[in-house]
């Protein structure tokens, strides 16, 4: 049985966010988690990098969508059974030999990660979209003969494409997650993006974040 410990953050408009996290540092091998099932995929530099020509090649447009609650979607996989006590604040709801059984992935279990992007890869695939097999969070499909592309960074998804398509991506994932669309792209995992007014190159490519953040 695992403890759970809460998480608190200040909001900007000065309220709290509180979010539960599993003590995942006690969940034991093949019992609470198989060998497959937490190592979770992100999205390379490289095919960041390539995306953003494609963007610039095609005049098209990215957006950016951060999935709220991400971990909180996962299935669990391999048999798993967590159960977890009751959490702080909640004792006076329960009898005190009461635990409780997860039914989905919450945060700090080390499954969490994995089990959020194959429930992302379903979400793509509903959507008409293939992986590519070159990058596995990279999902693609064209779309009257245009390439409309997803990038997927943990819960941090990025759409690449032509500007009316790229709106439409963004609903559709809406439908399936409570998304916040984070407005225009100007840093994406570290790489800062600067627009520029030359027609002949709209944007800009800056590693300097990304090295700032690697040192």
Same mark, same amino acid.
């Given at each position: 049985?695992?403890?759970?410990?809460?998480?608190?953050?200040?909001?900007?408009?000065?309220?709290?966010?509180?979010?539960?996290?599993?003590?995942?540092?006690?969940?034991?091998?093949?019992?609470?988690?198989?060998?497959?099932?937490?190592?979770?995929?992100?999205?390379?530099?490289?095919?960041?990098?390539?995306?953003?020509?494609?963007?610039?090649?095609?005049k098209g447009d990215g957006k950016l969508c951060?999935?709220?609650?991400?971990?909180?979607?996962?299935?669990?996989?391999?048999?798993?059974?967590?159960?977890?006590?009751?959490?702080?604040?909640?004792?006076?709801?329960?009898?005190?030999?009461?635990?409780?059984?997860?039914?989905?992935?919450?945060?700090?279990?080390?499954?969490?990660?994995?089990?959020?992007?194959? &429930? #992302?890869? +379903?979400?793509?695939?509903?959507? !008409?979209? *293939?992986?590519?097999?070159?990058?596995?969070?990279?999902?693609?499909?064209?779309i009257n003969g245009k390439l409309n592309i997803?990038?997927?960074?943990?819960?941090?998804c990025l759409n690449v494409g032509d500007p009316?398509?790229?709106?439409?991506?963004?609903?559709?994932?809406?439908?399936?997650?409570?998304?916040? &669309? #984070?407005? +225009?792209?100007?840093?994406?995992? !570290?790489? *800062?993006?600067?627009?520029?007014?030359?027609?002949?190159?709209?944007?800009?490519?800056?590693?300097?974040?990304?090295?700032?953040?690697?040192?």
């Amino acid at each position: 049985i695992l403890d759970t410990t809460w998480a608190m953050k200040k909001k900007t408009n000065g309220t709290y966010r509180a979010r539960i996290n599993a003590r995942g540092f006690k969940q034991v091998a093949g019992q609470h988690y198989g060998s497959a099932s937490i190592s979770s995929p992100v999205t390379n530099d490289t095919t960041i990098r390539i995306a953003f020509v494609l963007m610039i090649m095609m005049k098209g447009d990215g957006k950016l969508c951060d999935v709220k609650g991400a971990f909180l979607h996962g299935e669990f996989e391999d048999g798993a059974v967590i159960y977890i006590h009751v959490p702080a604040g909640f004792e006076k709801h329960y009898r005190k030999d009461e635990v409780l059984r997860l039914n989905k992935t919450i945060y700090g279990l080390k499954q969490s990660a994995a089990a959020f992007w194959k &429930e #992302l890869l +379903k979400a793509m695939q509903s959507m !008409g979209y *293939s992986r590519s097999a070159a990058d596995p969070c990279l999902y693609y499909k064209w779309i009257n003969g245009k390439l409309n592309i997803w990038l997927s960074w943990i819960d941090d998804c990025l759409n690449v494409g032509d500007p009316d398509h790229v709106k439409v991506a963004i609903k559709d994932l809406m439908k399936l997650f409570d998304c916040e &669309e #984070l407005g +225009k792209l100007n840093e994406y995992v !570290g790489l *800062s993006l600067i627009h520029i007014s030359e027609p002949t190159r709209p944007l800009y490519i800056s590693y300097a974040v990304f090295c700032l953040k690697k040192s």
